[in-house]
């Protein structure tokens, strides 16, 4: 009786273990990558908060007259007393508060630092220069926005 040897079929052991070791690297590859895109995504809402932060309160100051008024002193990181632009110098917090001082608990990671100083802006003289620091100390960014308030309107 003549059989008919078929040609083996399937996977031998040492073709089975090598085709887990490409797939385990292959698959260790792609997770790193992921790993490490994922792990900066949130650095774009950082940087948009520190912008609107900083944004807001140069608005903020700017729209305030530019002669020096008398004020009462602020309490804690409150701005509501603050009626020049002067006033905000050396203003600093940890935490982003509301003009009231109000603590806003989705901005606790953030703090900020205002400066104002008189300069001249383009050959005007009445020039306030006002820079604004925002930072997170927690993803080591930090974001400056300068502005300027002329005398204008008194």
Known sequence: M????RPPRGFTLPEVIIAIVVVGVGLAGVLLALRTATGRSG???VQR???AIAQELLEEIQLKPYAPAANSAAAGCARDTFNDVSDYHGHASTGICA???TVIPALAGYSLSVSVS???LAGVAAAKRIVITVSQPASGQSLQ?????TDYAS
């Open 2 to 5: 003549w059989t008919e040897r």
């Open 43 to 45: 650095d774009p809402v």
């Open 49 to 51: 908060q520190m912008q």
């Open 99 to 101: 003009v009231d001082g």
């Open 118 to 120: 008189t300069g001249t």
């Open 145 to 149: 926005l300068v502005g300027w308030r």
